[in-house]
């Protein structure tokens, strides 16, 4: 067993390690996998606590480490392998004060599988750090859950100065927004030291501790059933929600913690995400409902800290930019609300959900006419319309509810013309109308708004030919023709008149309909361009503000932050030769 924990904590130091460092063949620094966010401090005077600041710029190597020039503190990633308890010197259940607290911790943790435990000085101020190492890996927030309400549940109270546990309970700071987990010193350090069962020094060396953590993995076989049960239990207590609120937030809960496990994912888990932050976010633990860049932070955050991410999220680059959107679309857009926050859900004027639908899926069939009538492969066939449409992504049931959109019963074939051709501005019906009835010479360019379909016009033979040509051709819907009385003036004003009182049809309301359609379909190919302009330039500034980056990352002189910058480097000129 002592042999697998080591192989497995060799393959795990191999594949989870931060990439740009030489990594060391060491088995102590293998049960550290999780390097970035690190803590650091110098080493402090006798008597002074050191003062820990953080660094996320890179990963804790393992050279730095061995160097030993700071000391070193690390954080509990997603997963881990270990739990941790700090118990200060102060402390009303350090075994200086409470001689059986250690004895009534490990009873606590027991049914957890967590039997042996490795004891050690933390620091000079002989505080104690107690580890609980075992070989199945386990998601971070579920340990901590379980282990603090077991020793809650025993009676102990989890406090700073008193008793921590790491991984921590709360993920969220106190500000509202999503925390990385709490970090601890690594041991053997500046006065940490191995204790045997009296609580006496025995051992400073990465061997002896290494031996002791394979030994107690072998013995600690955790429980996953008992673990999930705990949680379970926990989740009840600590949301202080009850019925449905609570399947509801389990349920955002299972969809969430798995993380990614496969490309294609990542609108389905921030969605949920953004749902747990917005409407529970103060009942897991922010000072308050979340809204604005708070949501959108911890929407960000709590992505990045889920398994996964890193190999299957296709949007880790534009990450903030879909957390934003959805906590726009979630505060604006919907009916959701912080739970209990007195708020009700109220009917929003305007068109429902089903209505915007229907809207955008009548507004696509306009466009992709449009587009079909502009490079004239728009077919005069119901079948041909149907499957050419089909082609365009739009289905046969969205078809048949909107046909007054694309069918030849409903689109006749004039409105192709007004794709390419733009209706000209109507004159008025009394000058249209006077000229019509006093037979004289039609003007050369067409400029009525009905067209060929609206109104038969007079041809260049003057009023004889009209009256013959009544005989031989109904008048159209739309044109009242003049009859052979109305030759006088006062005849011509009364047809004007009639021109005026008729009610234009139908097909003038589609054709101006499809004047502004054209004209809209225009305009947003103008935006799109600029869009696309704009993000290009925007994209040339992000690189060019990176490369100054990495160049001031080779002028530090720093060597890891050298290899790095150097590697990132190659790989963009790589790139930069390919295309």
């Known amino acids: 067993m002592a042999a697998v924990s080591k192989q497995r904590s060799a393959s795990l130091h191999s594949n989870k390690q931060g990439a740009g460092f030489v990594k060391e063949q060491n088995p102590f620094l293998a049960l550290w996998p ?13 008597g002074t606590k050191p003062e820990w600041q953080t660094e996320s710029r890179h990963p804790l190597s393992d050279r730095l480490i061995v160097q030993g020039a700071y000391l070193y503190g690390v954080r509990p990633g997603s997963t881990t392998y270990y739990g941790l308890l700090d118990i200060d010197r102060g402390s009303p259940y350090h075994p200086q004060r409470d001689p059986l607290a250690l004895t009534r911790i490990s009873e606590a943790l027991e049914p957890l599988g967590l039997v042996t435990c490795l004891k050690l000085t933390s620091s000079d101020s002989m505080g104690l750090h107690i580890y609980f190492p075992f070989a199945e890996e386990v998601p971070s ?8 309400t077991l020793l809650e549940n025993a009676g102990f109270k989890l406090m700073p100065g008193w008793l921590e546990i790491f991984p921590n309970r709360k993920p ?44 107690a993995t072998a013995r600690n076989d955790i429980s996953i059933e008992v673990l999930e049960q705990t949680v379970r239990q926990a989740k009840r207590k600590a949301y202080r929600v009850s019925g449905k609120a609570e399947k509801f937030l389990n349920d955002l809960n299972a969809e969430i913690e798995p993380g990614w496990s496969g490309p294609g994912q990542t609108n389905h888990i921030l969605g949920r995400i953004t749902m747990r932050s917005y409407i529970f976010g103060h009942v ?34 534009d990450l903030r930019k879909k957390a934003k959107a959805w906590a726009h679309s979630i505060e604006n857009k919907s009916h959701y609300f912080p739970y209990a926050s007195g708020k009700a859900f109220k009917a929003k004027q305007g068109p429902t959900w089903n209505e915007q639908q229907a809207a955008e899926a009548r507004e696509h069939i306009r466009q992709c006419v449009i587009e079909l009538c502009k490079q004239n492969a728009f077919p005069d066939g119901t079948t041909p319309r149907y499957d050419v449409l089909c082609a365009c992504h739009i289905s046969g049931a969205t078809l048949y509810k909107n046909q007054d959109l694309w069918h030849p019963n409903y689109i006749s074939d004039i409105q192709k013309t007004f794709v390419e051709h733009p209706p000209h501005p109507p004159i008025p019906p009394s000058r249209a109308g006077a000229t019509c009835a006093a037979g004289a010479k039609a003007p050369a360019k067409d400029t009525s708004l009905l067209g060929a379909v609206g109104c038969n016009k007079p041809n260049d033979k003057g009023s004889s030919d009209s009256v013959e040509g009544k005989s031989e051709q109904l008048p159209a819907a739309g044109c ?24 234009p049809p139908e097909q003038l309301s589609l054709n101006i309909q499809w004047a502004l359609q054209i004209a ?3 305009h947003r190919e103008q935006v799109e361009a600029n869009k696309k302009q704009y993000r290009q ?43």
């Open 34 to 46: 999780h390097r970035f966010d690190y803590l650091f401090a110098p080493h402090p005077d006798p």
């Open 141 to 148: 927030w579920q340990l901590a859950l379980a282990v603090a």
């Open 172 to 215: 969220f700071s106190p500000d509202g927004s999503y925390s990385l987990f709490n970090g601890h010193r690594l041991p053997l350090q500046q006065g940490s030291y191995l204790l045997n069962d009296d609580l006496q020094p025995i051992a400073s060396s990465h061997l002896a501790f290494v031996r002791q953590w394979q030994a």
């Open 284 to 317: 897991l633990g922010a000072e308050g409902p979340l809204n604005g860049k708070a949501l959108i932070d911890e929407i960000v955050k709590v992505a990045k800290a889920l398994p996964g991410f890193k190999d299957y999220c296709g949007h880790q680059r």
């Open 480 to 503: 009242n023709k003049p009859s052979d009385a109305a030759f006088s003036a006062i005849e011509a004003v009364r047809g004007a008149q009639q021109v005026e009182r008729s009610a």
């Open 520 to 522: 809209r379909s225009k």
């Open 537 to 579: 330039e925007r994209g040339q500034r992000s690189q060019s503000e990176y490369k100054a980056q990495l160049q001031e990352w080779i002028n530090s002189g720093d060597p890891v932050l050298v290899a790095e910058a150097e590697r990132v480097l190659n790989r963009i000129e790589q790139a930069t030769r390919a295309m």
